[in-house]
């Protein structure tokens, strides 16, 4: 994990690095009155993190990042198969009661709906509770009734940027996308299979564990 907190010390090296790049260690050393050795976690750490780049017989270069772009860089580097937890899905012909029960077994704010393993839609709270307050026989009906159809689901895969598929849960409000790959169907029509789910809930996480380091 990429720290934000630097020295003094690693400050000012950044400060003589942009001054008087190339510049080498033992360069710098002598700027700051130090030994070779007593930079070199300094160095090391500036160079591991990105901000100093290191060439060879050439000496450090100034890599123009401050320690937000690096950490910026990092959490745009996370892929959402790192954070993605098990979907919750139901087939189309399953009862919107069914459906109601397996929503709050699992605790999710979404189900999504397949057909002969193919993602056909996807159902959410807000629409269990429309129905739920009618007059339908929730029993009867079947959640394909009831579910927002593809394509008009909002969806991710697996090596999209976290960051991405956050970007695009704030922006359609939804709680959760579905993580899919493409498959073709005996048909010849490419469809999708869900793989994964990538939720309000995963996103929180990963930001926790991000502060803790």
Do not use: C, W
């Not at 699992?106 to 739920?132: E, P």
């Not at 689901?153 to 970007?167: F, K, L, Q």
């Amino acid at each position: 994990m990429i720290k934000i907190q630097l020295t003094n010390r690693q400050h000012i090296i950044i400060d003589i690095v942009k001054k008087h790049q190339p510049i080498t260690g033992e360069q710098i050393a002598e700027k700051l009155n130090v030994t070779r050795a007593t930079l070199r976690p300094d160095l090391a750490i500036l160079t591991m993190s990105g901000i100093l780049e290191a060439r060879p017989k050439v000496g450090y270069f100034y890599t123009g990042k401050s320690p937000l772009n690096l950490v910026e860089d990092y959490i745009k580097s996370i892929k959402v198969k790192d954070v993605k937890s098990l979907p919750v899905v139901v087939e189309e012909n399953t009862s919107v009661y069914d459906a109601i029960v397996t929503l709050f077994l699992k605790d999710v704010g979404t189900i999504f709906v397949q057909d002969k393993g193919f993602l056909t839609g996807a159902v959410s709270r807000k629409d269990f509770l429309k129905i739920a307050i009618g007059n339908t026989d929730i029993y009867k009906v079947p959640v394909g009734i009831i579910m927002t159809r593809m394509p008009n689901i909002v969806t991710t895969y697996d090596d999209e940027p976290v960051y991405n598929a956050a970007v695009k849960i704030i922006e359609h409000e939804v709680d959760s996308l579905p993580v899919v790959e493409p498959v073709m169907g005996s048909n010849g029509k490419q469809g999708y299979k869900v793989t994964g789910r990538i939720s309000k809930t995963n996103i929180t996480k990963l930001f926790v564990k991000l502060g803790e380091g």
